[in-house]
């Protein structure tokens, strides 16, 4: 009888997270009443694809640089919810919230243990850098999705399916293709199945990615779109434009963080700031900061040394996936250092830095004789994240402070 009893309660503690990553993510999602960041360019996008099926200036061709998935899934949004910012962030939320979700189960097929997947669930509905994307029409969260998606089926060994998801995810941001690369090699090395290989994880992506530019066949004022005699060369000379672009990416901005400080939080991205007159004081900030929880990352930071010794020393498949995920997502940024980039770019590995802490707890409960009082520890642990993440909520979702107030949250000089 105690089975379904355990089972009945993990239910519940589920569904009280899901709900608390759901309030968290989805109220007060128009707030800032306005377009932050880059959502100018993808809110606008999202535009042109509902207006003429393919991005647009005017009517006329566009050059853009990122394929077109995100920038559908965003137009979703507008169309049934209109041209307005809930309209333009909730398929972010969205798919925020079902990467919440998702990291449950994932968890609990690779350890096995309700309470490391409600641990895993619960840090990451209290991510600071994870809401904030989750409440902002960017195209970086439905990378993130797409990548932990493919990551639950490799671990599933459902390879034909991971195949579609890292397509999809390559149709989001070209970033994925190192996933890509790095995929193809850890198969091929230890599966040994090269034919099958190559069908899973280089024809079916492309073909994946090229299903999501229908609009820019299908249109005749898409950018390149007459360049060459055939589609598909007219395409690869729209690529190469783009991947031009990608290449020389150095124009300076106040908030690019080199990925060498991602990991320490060193350059959190400032979406918007405004000194509004709302908190009874006389100067007030209003801003929403991409920050991960600092608690969170920094014990992340030391469980991914503590993973990659252990994946050393015992060669544990769980180690090595989790570790493969994570760097495939964050090294290749390092072999640019000339390209502008950004640290909320991170969070195409974030799930993989709270697995990595998860995995270091799976390590710690290992000891039965020492299980009960480690499980206490990881239970002040994550509380202790919780109340980090508490008191950086008003920076994540937009809320007016008192200056002082606001100044107190700038930890370091670099996050200001």
């Not at 020492?370 to 206490?376: D, I, M, N, S, T």
């Not at 008003?394 to 930890?411: E, I, K, T």
């Amino acid at each position: 009888m105690a089975r379904p009893i355990l089972n009945y309660r993990n239910q519940i503690a589920l569904a009280i997270i899901l709900f608390f990553a759901a309030i968290t993510r989805f109220a007060n999602l128009g707030r800032p009443n306005e377009l932050v960041f880059d959502e100018v360019y993808y809110v606008d996008g999202a535009r042109d694809f509902l207006a003429y099926g393919v991005e647009s200036q005017s009517g006329e061709a566009e050059f853009v640089v990122h394929p077109p998935l995100g920038k559908w899934l965003i137009a979703i949004g507008i169309q049934t919810f209109g041209d307005n910012p809930f309209g333009w962030r909730f398929s972010a939320a969205l798919f925020g919230l079902a990467s919440v979700a998702l990291i449950y189960f994932i968890t609990q097929a690779l350890f096995k243990s309700n309470f490391l997947s409600l641990s895993a669930t619960a840090l990451i509905s209290l991510d600071g850098l994870h809401l904030v994307m989750s409440r902002t029409a960017l195209l970086d969260i439905f990378l993130s999705f797409f990548i932990l998606l493919t990551f639950h089926l490799v671990i599933k060994e459902k390879y034909w399916q991971a195949g579609i998801t890292i397509g999809l995810a390559l149709a989001t941001k070209w970033s994925a293709l190192y996933l890509l690369v790095a995929l193809c090699l850890f198969l091929l090395f230890y599966k040994k199945t090269y034919i099958k290989t190559a069908l899973q994880f280089t024809i079916l992506p492309a073909l994946t990615y090229l299903i999501t530019w229908s609009g820019w066949f299908l249109s005749d004022i898409g950018w390149k779109r007459d360049s060459a005699s055939n589609s598909l060369f007219s395409l690869f000379n729209y690529h190469r434009e783009m991947l031009n672009f990608h290449t020389n990416l150095k124009t300076d901005h106040s908030y690019e963080a080199s990925p060498w400080n991602w990991l320490i939080l060193g350059r959190p991205t400032s979406f918007f700031y405004a000194t509004p007159k709302q908190c009874g004081q006389e100067n007030c900030s209003q801003e929403v900061l991409a920050l991960g929880t600092p608690t969170l990352w920094w014990l992340g930071l030391v469980s991914i040394f503590i993973t990659l010794g252990y994946f050393i020393y015992q060669r544990e498949l769980n180690a090595g996936l989790i570790l493969l995920f994570l760097f495939a997502n964050y090294l290749p940024w390092i072999a640019f250092p000339e390209r502008t980039t950004f640290y909320f770019y991170s969070i195409a590995f974030e799930p993989y830095l709270i697995l990595a802490l998860i995995y270091v707890m799976a390590k710690a409960l290992e000891n039965q004789a020492l299980r009960g009082v480690r499980k206490r520890y990881a239970l002040v642990t994550i509380g202790l994240i919780g109340l980090t993440f508490a008191y950086f909520l008003p920076l994540y979702v937009g809320s007016v402070l008192p200056y002082q107030d606001w100044y107190a949250r700038m930890w370091f000089p670099s996050w200001i």
